[in-house]
């Protein structure tokens, strides 16, 4: 029989150096669970991920006891990451920051479709495009 759930939390940290300062403590600090256990698991599970940002689900169990699914990146973090960017363009229409291909959106839009709602890898595409404009990145046609 499965056990009953008493939460479940949705946050985003950092692949292999998470720690229990905010804002993983004020959100999982009254949970009831062993915070210092779900990092090191946490850190240990992403190491190979190392300074990239990780969703992570985070099922909490009536017992304290956990579970937790890790998803890729956010798609604007994998741009970041293909173009080598710092950051996005603060004014996005006006100053563009870099030239994403067609391939790279394929490649990041394919990486990505688990978490996506998208039905087809060019709906997927199309995701990546928008968070790419929006960020500044101009996109190949």
């Given at each position: ?16 150096k ?22 090191n698991k ?68 394919e ?31």
């Amino acid at each position: 029989m499965a056990k009953p759930i008493k939460q479940i939390v949705k946050i985003q940290l950092a692949a292999g150096k998470a720690t229990p300062a905010p804002p993983v403590g004020p959100v999982l600090g009254g949970t009831g669970i062993n915070m210092m256990d779900f990092l090191n698991k946490f850190n240990e599970q992403t190491k190979d991920q190392m300074g990239t940002i990780i969703p992570v689900v985070l099922t909490i169990f009536e017992d304290r006891s956990f579970s937790f699914v890790t998803k890729q990146p956010p798609v604007a973090e994998l741009i970041k990451a293909e173009l080598k960017l710092d950051k996005g363009s603060a004014a996005p229409r006006k100053t563009k920051v870099g030239k994403l291909s067609k391939d790279q959106a394929k490649k990041i839009a394919e990486l990505k479709m688990a978490d996506l709602s998208a039905v087809s890898v060019e709906a997927a595409i199309k995701t990546v495009a928008g968070t790419a404009r929006s960020m500044g990145i101009e996109i190949e046609k």
